[in-house]
C-alpha cells in the first residue's frame, strides 16, 4: 500500500514538474497531453483488468463441485 501510495504521489510531482517547465509556452497542451496518457493507461489497465477476472475460475469451483457431487452420493442411498 506504501508503494502505491508514493508511485502516485510521484505521477502527481512529475505532472506539477510539466505543468511548471511548460508554464510560459504550453502549460495547457502540456497538462493536457500528460491526462491524455494517463487516461490511455487507465483504460488499459482496466481492459487488461477485466480480461484477468474473466480467465480466473469461478469462485470455489472445485469446492461446489466437490459439494454437488458429495450430494449426488447421498440421493443415491
Known amino acids: 500500500m506504501t508503494a502505491l ?3 502516485g504521489l510521484a505521477v502527481v510531482l ?4 510539466v505543468a511548471v517547465v511548460f508554464w510560459e509556452e504550453n502549460r495547457l497542451l502540456a497538462i493536457g497531453v500528460l491526462a ?4 490511455v493507461g487507465g483504460f488499459a489497465a482496466l481492459l ?17 463441485a466437490e459439494l454437488r457431487k458429495d450430494q449426488k452420493e447421498l440421493d443415491q442411498k
Do not use: H, Q
Not at 491524455?36 to 487516461?39: D, M, Q, T, V, Y
Not at 487488461?48 to 474473466?54: G, K, N, P, V
Open 48 to 64: 487488461f483488468l477485466r480480461s484477468e477476472t474473466r480467465r480466473r475460475p469461478r469462485f470455489l469451483a472445485a469446492t461446489l
Open 36 to 39: 491524455g496518457l494517463f487516461a
Open 14 to 17: 512529475f505532472v506539477l514538474l
Open 5 to 7: 501510495f508514493c508511485i
